[in-house]
């Protein structure tokens, strides 16, 4: 079992940063894939970044160059970090945790309960 606890989401103006967490317990972290997950109003889920254990990272094309994702083993923890925040980014902003890598949205069995990031332009 893992357990996902994401921290901070907040309304920002288009351009601002953000920075996410996502803290998690529960089994070794250093051996799991991280990610992040966005789910808009009226869309699906969709794969924002993930992190694996050896630090290969992975990024969906809207994301790449603003948005980084990183770990720290040591305090359980992942970060993502957005820069150039546009509108269009406001979503749900979820951390998930499997072995190994996908981004399909159906093949993360642990979540996280969400935090809003609003884009104001």
């Known amino acids: 079992q893992v357990q996902l606890v994401e921290s901070g989401g907040g309304l920002v103006q288009a351009g601002d940063s953000l920075r996410l967490s996502c803290a998690a317990s529960?089994?070794?972290?250093?051996?799991?894939?991280m990610s992040w997950f966005r789910q808009a109003p009226g869309k699906e889920r969709e794969f924002v970044a993930a992190i694996r254990n050896s630090g290969s990272s992975y990024y969906v094309d809207s994301v790449k160059g603003r948005f980084s994702i990183s770990r720290d083993n040591a305090k359980n923890t992942v970060y993502l970090q957005m820069n150039s925040l546009k509108p269009e980014d406001t979503a749900v902003y979820y951390c998930?945790?499997?072995?190994?890598?996908?981004?399909?949205?159906?093949?993360?069995?642990?979540w996280g309960q969400g935090t809003q990031v609003t884009v104001s332009s």
């Open positions: 529960g089994r070794t972290f250093s051996s799991i894939t």
């Open positions: 998930a945790a499997r072995l190994g890598f996908t981004m399909f949205t159906q093949n993360y069995a642990y």
